[in-house]
């Protein structure tokens, strides 16, 4: 099992450009999220999602979308990119009220 | 005022020593997480827990409801534990959201 994988680990980006970040799981779980981590900042709740087909927003979701594909995916858009959105993404999926499981993360670099 | 308080923001211990991390919230609560990032790394879950102590190899976690405070403990501290320890809550009726602390940096020194 894999667990919870992101792409891409790393990217760069200008500022207007967009992008999508990539989650999937393998564990067969209901719920997944998207969070953002910024120095001296805890993790904040971007958007999630309770199961398939539903989405709802977290507590930072302007300049961003998302699309729960299927169970396994989850993808986090970016549409036009501000220096602002610079900072760690982590992916994260949990069966309902459980413990959650992290992706690696991806650093992202808006200039 | 965050709903998640941390202390200390950082620690520094010798090798071998006793650790206490400590989480305050203020708001109710369905589940308390503790979780571990290395510098650098992903992020790893610890422990959930609602009520009582929770035992793992060396790591103890405990909660008091009433309190609305819980602590991690590491015994025989070494090394590898240097990461930042994060406490994250579930705010009753926020489904399955969590709020998250800002984090305790652990460093131990051999």
């Known amino acids: 099992n894999a667990g919870v994988t992101q792409t891409p680990k790393f990217q760069v980006l200008k500022t207007g450009q967009s992008m999508t970040l990539q989650c999937a799981q393998d564990?067969?779980?209901?719920?997944m999220y998207w969070y953002r981590q910024d120095p001296g900042m805890g993790l904040r709740l971007i958007y999630y999602s309770a199961s398939e087909g539903t989405t709802d927003k977290g507590e930072v979701p302007n300049g961003y979308n998302v699309s729960r594909l299927n169970k396994r995916e989850f993808s986090l858009r970016l549409e036009s990119a501000a220096p602002s959105q610079t900072s760690v993404y982590f992916c994260?999926?949990?069966?309902?009220?459980?413990?959650?499981?992290f992706g690696p993360g991806t650093r992202l670099l808006v200039l | 005022k965050n709903e998640v308080e941390q202390s200390p923001q950082n620690l520094t211990a010798q090798e071998g020593e006793f650790i206490t991390i400590n989480c305050s919230y203020s708001?109710?609560?369905?589940?308390l997480h503790w979780l571990q990032q290395h510098p650098g790394g992903g992020i790893v879950s610890l422990f959930m827990l609602s009520s009582g102590k929770k035992k793992h190899g060396r790591l103890i976690a405990t909660i008091n409801i009433q309190e609305k405070h819980s602590s991690l403990h590491i015994t025989a501290s070494h090394p590898r534990d240097s990461a930042v320890y994060i406490c994250a809550v579930r705010v009753l009726g926020s489904n399955y959201k969590l709020t998250f602390g800002k984090g305790t940096l652990l460093t131990v020194n051999p």
């Open positions: 708001v109710g609560i369905s589940a």
């Open positions: 994260a999926s949990s069966e309902s009220e459980e413990t959650q499981y």
């Open positions: 564990m067969n779980h209901n719920s």
